[in-house]
């Protein structure tokens, strides 16, 4: 026989033993009998080869700790038996898989005392988290029967997330349909048959509608490979993946693979009394939840492992670095910074997991089906074990910061408090307290006031405004000053294709498709510019040709009259160049200065000089004297909409394209392989130049609104510097305690404190920012104190869980008559213990009594 072990693979002569058993009167089977000698078949009929079980081990902790491959571990051993000829060495890399996949199955039940089975029950080999609530294992007995007094059911609440991950892809190869998993439902995946039956009949759509930015979560993305990914839930504040939580992707992250993920990861914490449920497009997915989880009761009530429904009161929230991406209207409504309950949870706990297990994707994408739901789940499971052996420590630290952040908040809550008229802080406090008891329901979302920002209508964006007057033209038919916003909407998207396409011809890299693009482009532009001209020479022209002869003859009388008239410029009635600072040409020096770019004319090519001669005049292109006149007074109305609503979307997507610029960074942190890093270097580049597009169209639509009146120093439309171009604090502490000290850029706030503290123009702008400060502050205030009353309770938790575990496998050492299985559930109890021992070493450091009237501090002591 071939047998490998942990210094080579060698080749002996095997006799195996004929005795017959007392029992049956048989030999015991050969597979037996390996085992029985510390040696894994490499086969169950007539094994010709086995593993000791020491190599099986070392490789099973290798691939855990260091993602090393089957078929590298088996090429160490060829080189350690032989590294001059490898060759002459059997190969056993095809039995190997086989053997390693069988052993950490094995290993696992034990571990987890159940017996090896195709049917067993629902995540019975997952690692629950120690610090979450696990009902009827380390709740306070007293408050799970009852329930907590209201204001504190936070601190029974299961805080979990969701979140898709596309790097977890599988090949679209010949594979085998039948190999299913050996941890079959009982893992982190779920019940894959149910969930076959599940999407066979389920109708789901590849793209999402929404209110909101188009999101890759929402199916508007490429996808490929047999699976294109996975989606799955974690506990938000320990980072563990729950049981039965995980489901592969066919195609985008469609809701009902998320509402299968939910219903089947969540099933046993149904009976919680609370969850806060964190998903980066939550504004999106939670509009129709409650419709989708009604047709699923109806049609899916036959599924085994989905039997609970009904979810508890839920609090919904997004991720604190994905909300900068969604539109104004959703971060202040699922902002984990106000939502009441939530401490300083961040709700990004899977993308730190799915940075983690992304190096994973390499071997896996390669495995069959059920080889690959094997090794994530064992992968899984190592990772919440690590987890779990650190959370004494984290938990410790975790709450002294608490103390000591809650301290210094409720200082400068007071201190914020005091110049405040105490009618004004009795005021703003109801407010908060009917704002808290609102924001929980999504039905009130559509009327919920905002307390932590401005009340300056900072304007729509072009959606909004599109909607506002596809309803006036609904309502008052096709009008005079409709057809004018109409042609002024149509000029300034021209006006923004004209220098997109100018871009796109510098940077032309002069092959024929990117020529024929460009030509085709240019055509385009010149059909739509031909109709536009028509509706701006009927809506437009004639007002504008007044008010120019209006400037013209006023000037011409002065003269008469022997005053000094204002000379016209040649190019008069339009610019007569570029009004801010044109001596200023450097495309860096002018996006320093917050400016848009100049074109240079040099050196172009006849493509670029025929784009750049086209006209497109709408009322702020225009000599300033022109837009004096009354006659154009109301095309300057439309146009400052335009304008206004033209920055918003700039904005953001310049917030939307930096957020999703450093999450590709990130992402390329953990990647491998040059093809891979290129191409993401590739992406972050695409991304980079997209921020800096989108701050050029905000800088043209600036421009625009000063030329049509805007004040230079408007709080909210603000010069857009290079240095403002800078992502956000992720932490969630600096970003509440230290923003104001380290000169955060503008774009990821929504007020700001303006310099004039004297102008009386600003005078109502101060006292807002002074109101919306103390509602930030009282915000975090409260969630630095629930902060330091959940990391107490999941102390306790973590203590109640460790006894339950150390007590159930005490007992387990006494059942029965088999003494090495008596042993090992001894060791396992005597693990418990240890971790209980650390808890003790961790938690003397705290100021608080881990003491909830269940023996916890006995425990500790003893």
Same mark, same amino acid.
């Given at each position: 026989?071939?047998?490998?072990?942990?210094?080579? $693979?060698?080749?002996?002569?095997?006799?195996?033993?004929?005795?017959?058993?007392?029992?049956?009167?048989?030999?015991?089977?050969?597979?037996?009998?390996?085992?029985?000698?510390?040696?894994?078949?490499?086969?169950?009929?007539?094994?010709?080869?086995?593993?000791?079980?020491?190599?099986?081990?070392?490789?099973?902790?290798?691939?855990?700790?260091?993602?090393?491959?089957?078929?590298?571990?088996?090429?160490?051993?060829?080189?350690?038996?032989?590294?001059?000829?490898?060759?002459?060495?059997?190969?056993?890399?095809?039995?190997?898989?086989?053997?390693?996949?069988?052993?950490?199955?094995?290993?696992?039940?034990?571990?987890?005392?159940?017996?090896? #089975?195709?049917?067993?029950?629902?995540? /019975?080999?997952?690692?629950?988290?120690?610090?979450?609530?696990?009902?009827?294992? +380390?709740?306070?007995?007293?408050?799970?029967?009852? &329930?907590?007094?209201? &204001?504190?059911?936070?601190?029974?609440?299961?805080?979990?997330?969701?979140?898709?991950?596309?790097?977890?892809?599988?090949?679209?190869?010949?594979?085998?349909?039948?190999?299913?998993?050996?941890?079959?439902?009982?893992?982190?995946?779920?019940?894959?048959?149910?969930?076959?039956?599940?999407?066979?009949?389920?109708?789901?759509?590849?793209?999402?509608?929404?209110?909101? =930015?188009? *999101?890759?979560?929402?199916?508007?993305?490429?996808?490929?490979?047999?699976?294109?990914?996975?989606?799955?839930?974690?506990?938000?504040?320990?980072?563990?993946?729950?049981?039965?939580?995980?489901?592969?992707?066919?195609?985008? %992250?469609?809701?009902?693979?998320?509402?299968?993920?939910?219903?089947?990861?969540?099933?046993?914490?149904?009976?919680?009394?609370?969850?806060?449920?964190?998903?980066?497009?939550?504004?999106?997915?939670? $509009?129709?939840?409650?419709?989708?989880?009604?047709?699923?009761?109806?049609?899916?009530?036959?599924?085994?492992?989905?039997?609970?429904?009904?979810?508890?009161?839920?609090?919904?929230?997004?991720?604190?670095?994905?909300?900068?991406?969604? $539109?104004?209207?959703?971060?202040?409504?699922?902002?984990?910074?106000?939502?009441?309950?939530?401490?300083?949870?961040?709700?990004?706990?899977?993308?730190?997991?799915?940075?983690?297990?992304?190096?994973?994707?390499?071997?896996?994408? %390669?495995?069959?089906?059920?080889?690959?739901? !094997?090794?994530?789940?064992?992968?899984?499971?190592?990772?919440?074990?690590?987890?779990?052996?650190?959370?004494?420590?984290?938990?410790?630290?975790?709450?002294? +910061?608490?103390?000591?952040?809650?301290?210094?908040?409720?200082? =400068?809550?007071?201190?914020?408090?005091?110049? $405040?008229?105490?009618?004004?802080?009795?005021?703003?406090?109801?407010?908060?307290?009917?704002?808290?008891?609102?924001?929980?329901?999504?039905?009130?979302?559509?009327?919920?006031?905002?307390?932590? @920002?401005?009340?300056?209508?900072?304007?729509?964006?072009?959606?909004?405004?599109?909607?506002?007057?596809?309803?006036?033209?609904?309502?008052?038919?096709?009008?005079?000053?409709?057809?004018?916003?109409?042609?002024?909407?149509?000029?300034?998207?021209?006006?923004?294709?004209?220098?997109?396409?100018?871009?796109?011809?510098? !940077?032309?890299?002069?092959?024929?498709?990117?020529?024929?693009?460009?030509?085709?482009?240019?055509?385009?532009?010149?059909?739509?510019?031909?109709?536009?001209?028509?509706?701006?020479?009927?809506?437009?022209?004639?007002?504008?040709?007044?008010?120019?002869?209006?400037?013209?003859?006023?000037?011409?009388?002065?003269?008469?009259?022997?005053?000094?008239?204002?000379?016209?410029?040649?190019?008069?009635?339009?610019?007569?160049?570029? *009004?801010?600072?044109?001596?200023?040409?450097?495309?860096?020096?002018?996006?320093?200065?917050?400016?848009?770019?100049?074109?240079?004319?040099?050196?172009? /090519?006849?493509?670029?000089?025929?784009?750049?001669?086209?006209?497109?005049?709408?009322?702020? #292109?225009?000599?300033?004297?022109?837009?004096?006149?009354?006659?154009?007074?109301?095309?300057? +109305?439309?146009?400052?909409?335009?304008?206004?609503?033209?920055?918003?979307?700039?904005?953001?997507?310049?917030?939307?394209?930096?957020?999703?610029?450093?999450?590709?960074?990130?992402?390329?942190?953990?990647?491998?392989?040059?093809?891979?890093?290129?191409?993401?270097?590739?992406?972050?580049?695409?991304?980079?130049?997209?921020?800096?597009?989108?701050?050029?169209?905000?800088?043209?639509?600036?421009?625009?609104?000063?030329?049509?009146?805007?004040?230079?120093?408007?709080?909210?439309?603000?010069?857009?510097?290079?240095?403002?171009?800078?992502?956000?604090?992720? /932490?969630?502490?600096?970003?509440?305690?230290? @923003? #104001?000290?380290?000169?955060?850029?503008?774009?990821?706030?929504? *007020?700001?404190?303006?310099?004039?503290?004297? !102008?009386?123009?600003?005078?109502?702008?101060?006292?807002?920012?002074?109101?919306?400060?103390?509602?930030?502050? /009282?915000?975090?205030?409260?969630?630095?104190?629930?902060?330091?009353?959940?990391?107490? @309770?999941?102390?306790?938790?973590?203590?109640?869980?460790?006894? *339950?575990?150390?007590?159930?496998?005490?007992?387990?050492?006494?059942?029965?008559?088999?003494?090495?299985?008596?042993?090992?559930?001894?060791?396992?109890?005597?693990?418990?213990?240890?971790?209980? @021992?650390?808890?003790?070493?961790?938690?003397?450091?705290?100021?608080?009594?881990?003491?909830?009237?269940?023996?916890?501090?006995?425990?500790? %002591?003893?």
């Amino acid at each position: 026989m071939t047998i490998v072990h942990d210094h080579g $693979i060698h080749e002996y002569q095997v006799r195996f033993c004929l005795c017959p058993q007392e029992t049956t009167l048989l030999k015991i089977p050969e597979p037996l009998q390996l085992i029985h000698a510390g040696l894994w078949p490499g086969s169950w009929s007539l094994p010709s080869s086995a593993y000791t079980i020491s190599v099986l081990r070392d490789h099973h902790l290798l691939s855990l700790q260091s993602q090393i491959s089957a078929f590298d571990y088996v090429g160490y051993l060829e080189r350690l038996t032989d590294n001059v000829v490898s060759d002459d060495i059997p190969d056993r890399y095809r039995e190997f898989m086989t053997a390693a996949r069988e052993f950490s199955f094995m290993r696992a039940t034990k571990r987890f005392g159940v017996e090896p #089975s195709s049917t067993l029950p629902p995540g /019975s080999m997952a690692v629950l988290c120690p610090a979450c609530p696990q009902p009827g294992i +380390n709740m306070d007995p007293v408050y799970e029967a009852t &329930g907590r007094p209201k &204001g504190e059911e936070f601190l029974d609440a299961l805080f979990h997330t969701c979140d898709g991950n596309f790097q977890q892809n599988q090949k679209m190869k010949p594979m085998d349909e039948e190999d299913l998993p050996l941890t079959l439902g009982a893992c982190f995946y779920a019940d894959e048959r149910d969930f076959a039956t599940y999407l066979a009949q389920y109708k789901r759509k590849q793209k999402e509608s929404t209110t909101c =930015h188009k *999101f890759g979560a929402m199916g508007y993305g490429r996808y490929g490979g047999r699976v294109s990914g996975v989606v799955g839930l974690s506990c938000a504040r320990h980072m563990l993946a729950l049981p039965n939580a995980v489901v592969d992707l066919n195609a985008g %992250e469609a809701y009902a693979y998320v509402d299968y993920v939910q219903l089947s990861g969540l099933q046993r914490y149904m009976k919680l009394r609370m969850h806060v449920a964190g998903y980066d497009i939550n504004c999106q997915y939670r $509009i129709h939840f409650a419709s989708r989880m009604q047709s699923i009761r109806e049609r899916f009530d036959f599924l085994p492992s989905i039997r609970l429904t009904h979810f508890p009161p839920t609090l919904i929230a997004i991720g604190k670095f994905h909300l900068a991406a969604h $539109i104004p209207r959703c971060r202040y409504k699922f902002s984990y910074n106000f939502l009441p309950g939530v401490g300083m949870t961040d709700g990004e706990a899977l993308e730190r997991i799915w940075g983690e297990v992304d190096g994973l994707a390499v071997r896996t994408k %390669e495995m069959t089906p059920g080889h690959r739901h !094997d090794t994530q789940n064992d992968h899984y499971n190592d990772m919440n074990i690590r987890r779990i052996t650190k959370m004494p420590g984290d938990l410790v630290r975790r709450h002294l +910061n608490a103390v000591a952040r809650y301290a210094v908040a409720k200082a =400068h809550l007071a201190d914020v408090s005091k110049d $405040i008229p105490e009618a004004q802080l009795e005021e703003m406090q109801a407010e908060e307290k009917t704002w808290l008891a609102d924001v929980v329901d999504m039905a009130k979302h559509d009327q919920l006031p905002n307390p932590y @920002e401005l009340k300056v209508d900072r304007g729509l964006t072009t959606k909004e405004l599109l909607m506002e007057t596809e309803k006036t033209r609904t309502r008052l038919g096709s009008g005079e000053s409709l057809d004018v916003l109409d042609t002024i909407f149509d000029g300034v998207q021209l006006q923004s294709m004209r220098e997109d396409l100018l871009d796109a011809i510098e !940077d032309d890299d002069g092959s024929d498709d990117s020529q024929k693009t460009l030509l085709a482009a240019r055509s385009d532009l010149l059909v739509q510019l031909h109709k536009w001209t028509s509706a701006f020479n009927t809506t437009l022209q004639p007002a504008l040709e007044i008010a120019a002869q209006a400037v013209q003859s006023a000037g011409e009388a002065k003269v008469r009259n022997g005053e000094k008239a204002e000379a016209l410029p040649a190019s008069f009635p339009l610019r007569d160049t570029d *009004f801010l600072q044109p001596s200023v040409t450097s495309k860096a020096a002018r996006a320093a200065l917050g400016l848009p770019p100049l074109r240079n004319e040099k050196n172009k /090519s006849d493509l670029w000089q025929e784009v750049y001669a086209l006209e497109i005049p709408l009322p702020s #292109s225009f000599d300033h004297r022109v837009l004096a006149e009354p006659v154009v007074e109301t095309f300057l +109305n439309w146009e400052r909409r335009v304008r206004q609503a033209q920055m918003n979307d700039a904005l953001n997507d310049v917030c939307t394209h930096m957020v999703t610029s450093e999450m590709l960074k990130l992402k390329k942190l953990d990647t491998t392989g040059k093809g891979i890093t290129t191409r993401m270097g590739k992406r972050i580049r695409r991304k980079h130049d997209q921020v800096l597009a989108a701050a050029d169209e905000y800088r043209r639509g600036r421009m625009a609104m000063l030329a049509l009146g805007m004040d230079e120093d408007d709080p909210l439309f603000r010069p857009l510097r290079k240095q403002d171009l800078t992502k956000f604090t992720m /932490s969630s502490e600096h970003q509440q305690l230290g @923003e #104001s000290n380290r000169g955060v850029s503008w774009i990821w706030e929504d *007020f700001s404190y303006a310099d004039k503290q004297g !102008d009386e123009r600003y005078k109502q702008f101060h006292a807002d920012v002074r109101r919306v400060h103390w509602f930030r502050t /009282s915000a975090l205030c409260k969630r630095w104190w629930e902060e330091e009353r959940l990391v107490r @309770e999941e102390m306790n938790r973590t203590v109640r869980f460790f006894v *339950f575990y150390r007590n159930l496998w005490t007992d387990t050492s006494t059942l029965g008559s088999d003494k090495s299985a008596s042993a090992y559930a001894r060791k396992q109890a005597h693990r418990y213990s240890r971790l209980l @021992e650390t808890c003790r070493k961790h938690f003397s450091k705290t100021t608080c009594d881990i003491v909830s009237g269940d023996g916890c501090s006995n425990e500790l %002591e003893g």
